[in-house]
Structure formats: structure tokens, C-alpha cells
């Protein structure tokens, strides 16, 4: 009997998975800071692939499909301001902190 070959093993970086603009108005996310992030939520998946993205929404947010048209455009710009606003929050102390540890002469 032959053994069969060494098996090269799939990784995900070398899959060349990319976010995909259809999927912010399809399931309402974006991507933000190298990750695809649920504007709903805040949470992102893990693998930037249709599927993973297709279930958190439908698993985590059912609810959010009753949203149509031009009500479904305007919540979804209203979230992802929202996101936008939230982001600098986060970072503008840790600028603030670099500038207090300079050194004067």
C-alpha cells in the first residue's frame, strides 16, 4: 500500500479573502482597522468570507431584516456614524498620553 503524500494544509492568509462593499448593504457591515465589523453590534468575524458574515447577521440579528428601502439605508448610515464617532474615543488617549511623556530641554 502507498501512503499517501504529505498533505499541504490551507491558511487563511494565503486564501486572499477580501470585504466584499455589497456586504454593508447586504448584512450591515464594514471594514474597519484591518477586521469586518457588524455596525449593529461592534463584534467582527473572524474570516472575511460571505458565509461567516451571512450567519452572524441572521443568527445575531433577525430582527434587523425588517428594515427595507430607504428606513433599512437610513438606520444603516445612522449606525455607521455612530461607529465612526465611537472610534476616536478609543485612540485619542493614547495620543494624548504620547505627548504628556515628552521630554523638555
Not at 494544509?9 to 482597522?33: A, G, L, M, P
Not at 448610515?77 to 485612540?91: A, D, H, V
Amino acid at each position: 500500500m502507498d501512503k499517501p503524500g504529505p498533505s499541504k494544509k490551507r491558511k487563511v492568509k494565503d486564501e486572499n479573502r477580501q470585504f466584499q462593499e455589497i456586504w454593508t448593504e447586504k448584512y450591515i457591515f464594514v471594514w474597519s482597522h484591518n477586521k469586518v465589523v457588524c455596525i449593529i453590534c461592534k463584534n467582527s468575524v473572524a474570516i472575511a468570507k460571505e458565509y461567516d458574515v451571512k450567519r452572524h447577521y441572521e443568527t445575531q440579528h433577525p430582527t434587523f431584516t425588517k428594515f427595507t428601502g430607504e428606513l433599512r439605508k437610513q438606520k444603516m448610515l445612522s449606525l455607521k456614524r455612530e461607529l465612526i464617532g465611537q472610534q476616536p474615543m478609543f485612540t485619542k488617549p493614547i495620543q494624548d498620553s504620547e505627548t504628556a511623556t515628552e521630554v523638555k530641554n
